[in-house]
């Protein structure tokens, strides 16, 4: 790293570096060689080589404008979010600082210092009532989690930050550290030979973790702006994702119990067909995911299981 010329490598800062996306993103650009990398995140996590680290609460203008105008970034990546979809249905006030006003915050700054501003958004924007959708099909959230991620898209635009933002869905894969995503999820809970009830009515098209990475590389390297779906090739069920995951691990099926969204009572409607299209990040930036089964195996052959 110190025989690479500093003055061209780009400042890259990573929002949200816990999470799946930001440990990969970390990860990705601290080995990449030509990018000097500021991961901030509200809690502590695994650290990588060559990449810097700070505690940092994005709900609170003052330290989101000491990060980004004491770091200079070219580029923002903002990879946080609060998630939990059910508790966000109560715990609205928490949902929205941090998925609206903390991404106020971020691309105010980002405008200022003139950073490329990439956010990650979510196919839960729409009610799933006809989906995949593309980029230019019209957002309907039913839940509090997809009305505050379509309103911090909203943010974003009206920032006059240059920006991308990135729509994405169930994403999987593997990192250090954080909690289990739903492949890992499967697989560890029929190893144990434990009962899993799993929903046959909602279709996504998987993200497959550092495809989720490259797209946003390109999108980088390429300097595209505006709004681009990245996700997976394959539509499919959850029931029938988690059957091909079975498959691939060499695992019975015997405890995947088939239900319908009905059954688990959740506090916040989920889109039952949702999903994106792809075609425009195929076609501008030469997105191109690796099938299911070829992630799958990538995988378990890192798990080495």
């Known amino acids: ?13 990573i929002i949200g570096a816990s999470g799946m996306l930001g440990q990969r993103c970390a ?34 203008h003052g330290e989101v404008k000491e990060l980004i105008t004491g770091f200079k970034p070219d580029v923002i990546i903002n990879a946080s979010a609060y998630t939990n979809v059910d ?48 980029e230019i099909d019209t957002p309907s959230p039913i839940n509090y989690y997809g009305q505050t991620k379509l309103d911090s898209e909203q943010a974003v635009r009206l920032s ?7 729509r994405t869905n169930v994403l999987y894969g593997i990192i250090p550290s954080g909690r289990l995503d739903f492949v890992r999820w499967v697989v560890e809970s029929l190893r144990a030979q434990k009962q899993i009830r799993i929903v046959t009515d909602q279709y996504n098209n998987p993200t497959f973790i550092d495809d989720l990475v490259s797209g946003i590389d390109a999108i980088i390297r390429n300097k595209n702006y505006g709004l681009y779906n990245l996700s997976g090739i394959e539509l499919l069920n959850r029931y029938d994702f988690t059957l091909r995951i079975a498959k691939v691990f060499d695992l019975n ?44 195996q990538l995988m378990k052959k890192e798990l080495n299981l």
């Open 1 to 13: 790293m110190e025989s690479i010329n500093r003055v061209n490598m780009k400042r890259i800062l």
């Open 27 to 60: 990860k990705f650009y601290s080995e990449s060689g030509n990018a000097r990398v500021l991961c901030a995140s509200i809690d502590e996590t695994i650290r990588f080589p060559n990449a810097e680290y700070v505690l940092f609460d994005m709900t609170k």
């Open 87 to 134: 508790l966000s249905e109560t715990e609205r006030d928490l949902a929205w600082s941090i998925n609206v006003k903390g991404v106020e915050y971020i691309a105010e700054f980002a405008a200022i210092a003139g950073a490329h501003f990439i956010h990650i958004s979510t196919d839960y924007v729409f009610d799933g009532a006809k989906g995949p959708y593309s």
């Open 160 to 166: 006059g930050a240059i920006s991308t933002i990135v």
């Open 253 to 296: 099926t015997s405890n995947v119990i088939p239900i319908i969204t009905p059954d688990l009572n959740q506090p916040a409607p989920r889109p039952l067909r949702g999903g994106l299209i792809i075609k425009k990040a195929q076609a501008e930036l030469g997105f191109c995911p690796i099938g299911l089964d070829e992630s799958l």
